[in-house]
């Protein structure tokens, strides 16, 4: 299946920031809800923040205040900005986009990895 690609993860102090992008190949049509999840070491994926088409964002509870999801919808592309990180946000950060053709379709990213620590 064809996969988002992502970049901008690495290893950043505590306190510190990362700008994740995302981008879907032109080959993906009518994506709707765009999203970034995560999976920390051990622990099961879960959803970091969503985006809608009309860009509704929703974030989950560790990450509102710091995190901010934006798209360009234009450029088929979604961002993560990531501001006061901590080492609890050390995770491989997947992208998500969801499309509607009949049938509910999800497309994923590799995976990237952020890494916080001193």
């Known amino acids: 299946q064809v996969q988002l690609v992502e970049s901008g993860g690495g290893l950043v102090q505590p306190g510190g920031s990362l700008r994740l992008s995302c981008v879907a190949p032109g080959s993906i049509f009518s994506i709707g809800d765009m999203a970034w999840y995560r999976q920390p070491p051990g622990k099961q994926r879960e959803l970091v923040a969503a985006?809608?088409?009309?860009?509704?964002?929703n974030y989950a509870d560790s990450v509102k205040g710091r995190f901010t999801i934006s798209r360009d919808n234009a450029k088929n592309t979604v961002y993560l900005q990531m501001n006061s990180l901590q080492p609890g946000d050390t995770a491989v950060y997947y992208c998500?986009?969801?499309?509607?053709?009949?049938?509910?379709?999800?497309?994923w990213g590799q995976g990237t990895q952020v890494t916080v620590s001193s």
């Open positions: 998500n986009a969801v499309t509607w053709l009949g049938k509910r379709v999800d497309y």
């Open positions: 985006i809608t088409r009309g860009r509704t964002t």
